[in-house]
Nanobody
Framework: QVRLTESGGGLVQGGDSLRLSCVAS????????MGWYRQAPGKEREFVSA????????YYADSVKGRFIISRDNTKNTVYLQMISVKPEDTAVYYC??????????????????WGQGTQVTVAS
């Protein structure tokens, strides 16, 4: 069993930076593909970013490419999402996700095996 706990959300101004963290407990973190999703009010949950178990491969939604950076520290069982130049449309609950499948398989899926509870990010204009 893998438990995911997100932190780092909050209220920021447009153009600010914010870093989300997700700590995983349980089974071998270094074997997990990690990802971030978000869900804005009235909208479906959408893919934001994903990173392979080694950190060598990263993927981003077009809407965040060039502004968000995903990274991981396998010694700390933690994945990060650095958000730069945030926009009001980035306002959403951000969820951490994990899966033992390879990143190229899981980024096209919505049924990641493990999910966190989410952290709210609100960007004021």
């Amino acid at each position: 069993q893998v438990r995911l706990t997100e932190s780092g959300g909050g209220l920021v101004q447009g153009g600010d930076s914010l870093r989300l963290s997700c700590v995983a407990s349980g089974r071998a973190f270094s074997s997990l593909t990690m990802g971030w999703y978000r869900q804005a009010p009235g909208k479906e949950r959408e893919f934001v970013s994903a990173i392979s178990w080694s950190g060598g491969s990263t993927y981003y939604a077009d809407s965040v490419k060039g502004r968000f950076i995903i990274s991981r520290d396998n010694t700390k069982n933690t994945v990060y999402l650095q958000m730069i130049s945030v926009k009001p449309e980035d306002t959403a609950v951000y969820y951490c996700a994990a899966d033992f499948r390879d990143v190229v398989v899981v980024i096209t899926a919505t049924n990641w095996r493990y999910w966190g509870q989410g952290t709210q990010v609100t960007v004021a204009s």
